[in-house]
Each structure stands twice: as structure tokens, then as C-alpha cells.
């Protein structure tokens, strides 16, 4: 009741008092019919309504009213608002149109139709609105901006940059204005005006480094690199300091590949501290692909440099320790890269991808309770991540905890979707289970399935496979599929398999 009896002194005044049906006017009092009190009071009885939200209330006091007071613009425009909160807005669009058309001076009225006309899809017919309010006042700015975002989203960009244009003469050059003709300019594929835009900006703002990194992430977009890196320099000319000027610059140079000179280069960029560690990984991330293809031991060895220069500079964050690692797991140096990742973790541990190295470095040192631990624990903050159930299901296989392993393998396998590698290891190993289990029927079975779904390009699934035919007194099929291991993976302990036909 308090917030309507509010609501109600806000809408209709404390000068005005209805009660008395009287008036004071200039000092004269004024009867007021009580037809008139009536009609002010259902009015506001609908407009309080739809203030409190009410909208449905609102709606029907509204049309009462109108039953009576057909010819009342506000209430059509009430009716209107509150209609278009109930998102009927076929019915609020007719209802503003009839509060348009009794009160044509009445620009809200017209600008309520044009925002049902973008709710519905319909820019072309808001177009017509802004027109017709833009004749009414023609130098009001407001106007003029929501003309060009219609005649734009009507499919009529040419005409959105005449509108433009009619601000400018009113305004002057304005960076809002200039940037919404250069991105009309960028849809169109006009890259030279839309170059021609900012580059307004930056003779009116020559200091204001922004633009030009606007016309040269342009450049870039179009493949122009040459003209990107001229503008660059010019920004370094105004802000030596400039971080994505130096970078963009850099990873010019060096774009035909790792060299010395470039990751020397490169070094004093890693040790300011002003470079923020995102701009440094960026740079260089592109290098991992070539250490797995192969470089030269200097090279190798500055690039781990540049990790442990992140360290020193960046030592409180994760992704410093995360850079590092990388750069050390990528060199196969396994030991000092999990010493890394271990740091990485205890910064932040929420990134699954160093935990997915991690396991797997674990894995490949045999450190089964340190991956039991670890893998535990990744399922944990990370239960939606299939990787961490299989490194889990190893460790529990290699520990003797069997029914955990499976358990956690299936668990795996039902997780793994799009990723054919890891459901051929997740097979792999819950073949395994079932041989420790001395299910080999079962196991030979198994096998056999992930035969038919790609097993037979995989080492460990063929080696198992032939473990659990000689279990089930298969022998000389056994060594068959043990050689076919060998030609994928061979090791020691398969040529002893294959030798000795025994496990």
C-alpha cells in the first residue's frame, strides 16, 4: 500500500487535490466537473499500474478508459508501454500509432514506435520514424545517430554515412562519429576510407596513439604488412614504449623463423617488466611447433632462457611457470619442466593443461603414487575432463587396484568424444585390467573390438592383444601380433617376447 500511495503522489503532484473537485488557478478558484475527477482518476489508477509493474492491470485499465476516452494520446501511449512489456508488440505497435496519430508533436510517441520496429525486425519502417522526427528538429544530434543505426541496419549503408555526414556539419570531427563511417566503411570493403576516417582522427589527435593502431590492425587484416609496419613506427616515433608496437614489429622480423639474432632480440623484450607476460607468450608460442620439428642446440637453449628470464621477471604468475615448462617439456628436459608445472599449479591451478602435461610426465617417469595423487585430485577440480579418469585408471592398474582402475576407466571412456587417440588408450588399458583380472577370454574379446575401431595401428592394443592369445594358449598368433607392436613401437622387451615366444 505504501509504495502504491508513493507512486501515486509522484504521478499526479501534492498540488493536486481531487477530493473537493476545486481548483485554484491565478488565485481564482475553479470547479472541477466530477466527470473530469473520474477521468483523472481512472488514468492514473492505469499509470499506476503499470508503474508498479503491473502490466496485464495496467492493460485493461488503460482500454476501460479508452472505451470512454477514445481521443486521450497518453493513454494510447500507456497502453502502448505497457502492452510492449507483456512483448505483444503487434498490439503496442497499433496502440502507439494511434497515440502518434492524435498528438503528431509528440516525439516520444514516435520514438516508442521505432523501438517496437527494431523489437519486430522491422529497421525499415523505424527509418521512416527518424526521418519524419529528424524534419521536425534537424539539428538534434540524438535523432540524427539513431537515423544512421537504422538506415545501417536496414541495409542501407550509403545512407547511414549521409546521416553521418549531416552531424559532422553540426558538431564537428568527433571520434564516435568518425569510428562508426569507419566501420560502415569496413563492411562495405572500402579499407582505403576506412583508413581515411581514423587517419581524420589522428591529424585532429596526433598524440593519441590509439588510432593509428586501429588503421594498422587494419592493415594487418588485409594482409598489408608493409603499410602496418610503417604505421607501427610511427607509433614508436610518438611512444617508444609502446608494447604492441614493439612486439608487432618484432614478430615482423622474425617471420621467416627462429634465429640467434631474433630471440637475442627477443631476450630484452623478456626482461622488461613493463611487457606484460600475455604479449610475451605470444611471442613465443609459434616456436614450439618448430622445436618439436627440430633446432639447433643454441637456439633451443636461448629459448629456455627466455622461460627463466619469465621466472625472474614474473615470478608471482602462473603463467610465467606455465611458459617455462612448456619451453622445457617441448626440449624433452621432462625433470625441470615438471618442477615448473609444480610452481604453475601452486599459483594457479585451474588451468587443465598443465595438469594434463604433468600427468603425462608423471606417466612417463612411473611416479605412480605421485600420479595416483595428482590425477585424484584433477579429477576433482576437473570432472569433466576424461584425461584425468585415465591417468587415474593407470595409476590405480599399476598400484593392483584393480576394480578403481576400472571403474575409473569406463568412467573415461563414457567421457571421450571426438578424440579417437584416448579412446584407443582408455581400450588399451581396460584390456589390461581384465588380463591382471586373468579374464583372458574376456580380455581376447575386448581386443578384438578395438581391432575393428583402429586398434590396429595401435602398439600398446596389439602387444596386449597378443598377450591375452598367448594366455589363451594361442601362441604362434600371439607372436604375430607382438611383431606388428614392434613395427609400430619397438622396444626391448617386445624383441624378448618375439624371441623367446613367452611372455
Not at 610452481?343 to 598443465?354: A, D, E, G, I
Request: proline share 3%.
Amino acid at each position: 500500500m505504501l509504495q502504491r500511495l508513493l507512486i501515486f503522489s509522484f504521478l499526479v503532484g501534492a498540488s493536486i487535490v481531487l477530493l473537493p473537485a476545486q481548483n485554484t488557478f491565478q488565485g481564482v478558484a475553479k470547479r472541477v466537473s466530477e466527470s473530469e475527477v473520474n477521468r483523472q482518476s481512472a488514468f492514473i489508477e492505469a499509470e499506476l499500474e503499470r508503474q508498479l509493474g503491473h502490466y496485464d492491470k495496467a492493460a485493461e485499465k488503460y482500454r476501460k478508459f479508452l472505451d470512454v476516452h477514445g481521443d486521450e494520446a497518453a493513454a494510447w501511449y500507456g497502453l502502448a508501454r505497457a502492452l510492449q512489456a507483456q512483448n505483444d508488440f503487434r498490439g503496442a505497435l497499433e496502440a502507439a500509432a494511434k497515440a502518434a496519430a492524435l498528438d503528431p508533436a509528440n516525439v516520444w510517441y514516435k520514438i516508442l514506435q521505432a523501438d517496437i520496429f527494431e523489437k519486430i525486425g522491422q529497421p525499415a519502417d523505424a527509418v521512416g520514424i527518424y526521418q519524419a522526427l529528424c524534419k521536425q528538429a534537424p539539428r538534434h544530434q540524438d535523432f540524427l545517430e539513431r537515423l544512421a543505426y537504422f538506415q545501417v541496419l536496414a541495409g542501407r549503408p550509403k545512407d547511414a554515412l549521409n546521416t553521418l555526414d549531416q552531424i559532422e556539419k553540426i558538431t564537428g570531427i568527433t571520434e564516435a562519429i568518425a569510428d562508426k563511417k569507419h566501420l560502415i566503411y569496413l563492411g562495405l570493403g572500402d579499407v582505403k576510407k576506412a583508413v581515411s576516417e581514423l587517419q581524420r582522427l589522428v591529424n585532429a589527435y596526433p598524440n593519441r596513439v590509439t588510432y593509428r593502431h586501429r588503421i594498422a590492425q587494419i592493415y594487418e587484416s588485409v594482409g598489408d604488412k608493409a603499410a602496418a609496419r610503417k604505421v607501427y613506427e610511427e607509433i614508436l616515433r610518438i611512444a617508444p614504449d609502446d608494447e604492441t608496437a614493439k612486439m608487432a614489429l618484432l614478430t615482423d622480423r622474425k617471420s621467416g623463423g627462429a634465429t640467434l639474432t631474433d630471440l637475442q632480440v627477443l631476450r630484452r623484450v623478456f626482461e622488461d617488466p613493463k611487457i606484460s607476460i600475455d604479449s610475451k607468450v605470444k611471442q613465443v608460442f609459434p616456436y614450439f611447433s618448430q622445436m618439436a620439428e627440430g633446432l639447433s642446440t643454441e637456439v633451443i637453449a636461448l629459448l629456455l632462457e627466455l622461460g627463466d628470464i619469465a621466472e625472474q621477471v614474473h615470478p608471482d604468475d602462473a603463467k610465467a611457470w606455465s611458459l617455462s615448462g612448456d619451453l622445457y617439456y617441448h626440449a624433452n628436459r621432462y625433470d625441470e619442466a615438471l618442477a615448473r608445472y609444480r610452481k604453475c599449479l601452486q599459483l594457479n591451478p585451474r588451468v587443465f593443461s598443465v595438469w594434463a602435461n604433468t600427468l603425462e610426465i608423471l606417466y612417463s617417469k612411473r611416479d605412480y603414487d605421485e600420479l595416483l595423487r595428482l590425477s585424484e585430485q584433477a579429477m576433482d577440480d576437473f570432472p569433466n575432463q576424461p584425461l584425468a579418469y585415465y591417468y587415474y585408471g593407470v595409476a590405480a592398474l599399476e598400484k593392483g587396484r584393480l576394480d578403481d582402475a576400472s571403474s575409473s576407466l569406463e568412467q573415461a571412456n563414457l567421457m571421450t568424444v571426438n578424440n579417437p587417440a584416448l579412446i584407443l588408450d582408455i581400450g588399451d588399458q581396460i584390456g589390461r585390467v581384465l588380463l591382471q583380472k586373468k579374464d583372458y577370454v574376456a580380455a581376447q574379446k575386448h581386443y578384438e573390438q578395438m581391432l575393428s575401431q583402429g586398434g590396429e595401428r595401435h602398439a600398446g592394443i596389439l602387444e596386449h592383444y597378443g598377450d591375452a592369445l598367448y594366455w589363451t594358449g594361442q601362441q604362434e598368433k600371439a607372436v604375430a601380433h607382438w611383431r606388428k607392436a614392434a613395427q609400430i613401437a619397438p622396444s626391448p622387451h617386445l624383441e624378448q617376447k618375439i624371441s623367446t615366444g613367452r611372455l
